[in-house]
């Protein structure tokens, strides 16, 4: 499996950025996706999470009712739409896919990462 994340830069508080996060390898569809993003000098947290089907999805309370994750399985692909953003944002997000949906913001419960995207949020 392979996972390429993309859409990271640099935005100011308040902006807008999405990401993007393509799988190849095995059949998207099979997997549950999470975001994880970590910050220098910080471990890697929990952003939010997706099944596999769509269904279900979940946040960490520092991104609810700014973050919305949603996936594509006709084109592989995850996404994160980021709005109002705030410098404390600021991290490299990783995208992340599993077979298991328990304990779903545990980075050990996920099979596979991305190289991870830069955003930057300036104030």
């Known amino acids: 499996v392979q996972l390429q994340a993309s859409g990271g830069g640099l935005v100011q508080a308040g902006g807008s950025l999405r990401l993007s996060c393509a799988f190849s390898g095995r059949t998207f569809s099979s997997y549950n996706m999470g975001w994880f993003r970590q910050a220098p000098g910080k471990e890697r947290e929990f952003v939010a999470g997706i099944t596999w089907s769509g269904s279900s999805k979940v946040y960490a309370d520092s991104v609810k009712g700014r973050f919305t994750i949603s996936r594509d399985n006709a084109k592989n692909t995850m996404y994160l739409e980021m709005n109002s953003l705030k410098p404390e944002d600021t991290a490299v997000y990783y995208c992340?896919?599993?077979?298991?949906?328990?304990?779903?913001?545990?980075?050990?419960?996920?099979?596979?990462w991305g190289q991870g995207t830069l955003v930057t949020v300036s104030s």
């Open positions: 992340a896919a599993s077979k298991n949906w328990d304990r779903y913001a545990l980075p050990s419960r996920y099979d596979y």
